[in-house]
């Protein structure tokens, strides 16, 4: 014989809802009961990501962050200049370009390494000045830049002879964005030869290796090297 609600105590006194529940409890999905039934174990659901793997997210955020910055300061610096080879590109095309030999030549991931690589040519080549860069990059990329950069009050082949004289004494991350600085315009070279330059390099004024090998510029970029295979340093290049 069936009982209405009134007629079950259960029912009447609120503790137990017609279809079996208690009031106020969710029972749980079918799915998950019949997860249990047929594995004998309750199904969890899956777990947020973990503390580190949000902070490893984060700060990766952050470096592309800082980079990106970087690219657009050097791109408004350099907005009006253009490369000296016959098609006149952009002159931002080249501190890119050292970058990126920087990160997918040398595998170098070092934020502030990266940074002043796309920055190297602000100090020389335009108004910026070492307290600006400062001001927005920090003292780090600061004391890169100034490594790298050239007193253009002196005449060119004397900046050339200091260039060579002072890289033994480079720190390590001034060399690696200088090295990909020479390795970058070498290539321009060999690609085409950028108005300008073919007088000195048949009088043999152009920019050559130093002596001794090169040593002053030998440094190693993770599994790689960015060294130019030495030629006849009397020849230029």
Same mark, same amino acid.
């Given at each position: 014989?069936?009982? =209405?609600? %009134? ?13 079996? =529940? ?5 029972? !749980?999905? !079918?799915?998950?009961?019949? %997860?249990?039934?047929?594995? /004998? ?43 000296? #080879? ?6 931002i095309n080249h501190p890119i370009g050292v970058a990126r030999i920087l990160t997918h030549e040398a595998g170098i991931t070092d934020i502030v390494v990266l940074q002043a690589a796309l920055l190297h *040519?602000?100090?020389? #080549? $335009?108004?910026? $000045? ?18 790298? =950069? *050239? ?16 890289a033994p004494h480079s720190s390590p991350g001034a060399k690696l964005v200088k090295l990909a600085d020479k390795l970058y315009n ?10 300008? $330059? ?5 009088? /043999? ?7 001794? /090998? ?5 440094? !190693? ?12 340093? =009397?020849?230029?290049?």
């Open positions: 014989m069936l009982r =209405t609600a %009134a007629q079950h105590p259960a029912l009447s006194a609120g503790r137990v809802s017609p279809g079996g =529940t208690r009031p106020g409890h969710t029972p !749980p999905s !079918p799915g998950l009961r019949g %997860a249990r039934g047929r594995c /004998g174990r309750s199904v969890r659901a899956p777990r947020a990501p973990g503390t580190a793997v949000v902070r490893r997210t984060r700060a990766m955020g952050s470096e592309a962050a800082r980079l990106l910055e970087a690219a657009d300061f050097a791109a408004r610096k350099h907005r009006w200049q253009r490369r000296k #080879d016959p098609e006149g590109t952009p002159y *040519d602000t100090v020389e #080549d $335009t108004d910026t $000045t070492l307290d600006e860069v400062e001001l927005h990059f920090g003292a780090q990329v600061r004391r890169l830049v100034e490594e790298v =950069t *050239d007193d253009k009050t002196l005449p060119k082949l004397e900046r050339k002879r200091l260039q060579v004289e002072q070498l290539r321009d070279l060999n690609r085409c030869t950028p108005e300008g $330059t073919r007088p000195n390099l048949i009088s /043999g004024k152009g920019e050559g290796c130093p002596p001794s /090998g090169g040593t002053g510029w030998s440094v !190693p970029l993770g599994k790689k090297s960015l060294g130019v295979p030495q030629t006849n340093p =009397t020849r230029p290049l």
